[in-house]
T-cell receptor, first 114, second 115 residues
Framework: KQEVTQIPAALSVPEGENLVLNCSFTDSAIYNLQWFRQDPGKGLTSLLLIQSSQREQTSGRLNASLDKSSGRSTLYIAASQPGDSATYLCAASYSGGGADGLTFGKGTHLIIQP | DGGITQSPKYLFRKEGQNVTLSCEQNLNHDAMYWYRQDPGQGLRLIYYSQIVNDFQKGDIAEGYSVSREKKESFPLTVTSAQKNPTAFYLC??????????????FGPGTRLTVL
């Protein structure tokens, strides 16, 4: 069974720090990996998508990496701000280019202290 | 504005009743999805549809039904057979092209509570 795991479940850091969120997956036959942000009571906002052929993607202060051989992805947030406080979810697609569903981790709840 | 809309935002249901959750997208996406989110369990796939008039069961389809009569619409019915329907329901969509990123985009969600 394909599983996605996120550690830690919760993280609290002072404003301005750089931080790394971790995501691991059990099956290296991954098609792509997507990082999302979720604010309380809201839907998911897509942050970054990394294809299996890519090593990393960047968007502003966010950088996501993918290492298929070790089954790991990381989301790096530079110069954290209180507005970054949210739950961050990673999700893997195992389809071969079709449009099957995603397998989600349980998320990391991030709090940035002002 | 292009995007995904879900209605209603909050829904209350009595035990034994069927309810239908609406999902509409104007992104011209072929594929649509329904997920359920419970505290501490993450998102789980209920049903997905890659094209009009076709849909597939996900990991937790029991007690749910869907239809896909139009490209832009993918309603989810929660039937009385669903034993624990109280949850946050999220609809998503993506393009469906082989070899292309299938980035999924999500709606704002519907919170269903069974009284």
């Amino acid at each position: 069974k394909q599983e996605v795991t996120q550690i830690p479940a919760a993280l609290s850091v002072p404003e301005g720090e750089n931080l790394v969120l971790n995501c691991s997956f059990t099956d290296s036959a991954i098609y792509n990996l997507q990082w999302f942000r979720q604010d309380p009571g809201k839907g998911l906002t897509s942050l970054l998508l990394i294809q299996s052929s890519q090593r990393e993607q960047t968007s502003g202060r966010l950088n996501a990496s993918l290492d298929k051989s070790s089954g790991r992805s990381t989301l790096y947030i530079a110069a954290s701000q209180p507005g970054d406080s949210a739950t961050y979810l990673c999700a893997a697609s195992y389809s071969g280019g079709g449009a099957d569903g995603l397998t989600f981790g349980k998320g990391t709840h991030l709090i940035i202290q002002p | 504005d292009g995007g995904i809309t879900q209605s209603p935002k909050y829904l209350f249901r009595k035990e034994g009743q069927n309810v239908t959750l609406s999902c509409e997208q104007n992104l011209n996406h072929d594929a649509m999805y329904w997920y359920r989110q419970d505290p501490g369990q993450g998102l789980r796939l209920i049903y997905y549809s890659q094209i009009v008039n076709d849909f597939q069961k996900g990991d937790i389809a029991e007690g749910y039904s869907v239809s896909r009569e139009k490209k832009e619409s993918f309603p989810l019915t929660v039937t009385s057979a669903q034993k624990n329907p109280t949850a946050f329901y999220l609809c998503a969509s993506s393009r469906r092209l082989a070899g292309i990123n299938n980035e999924q985009f999500f709606g704002p969600g519907t919170r269903l509570t069974v009284l």
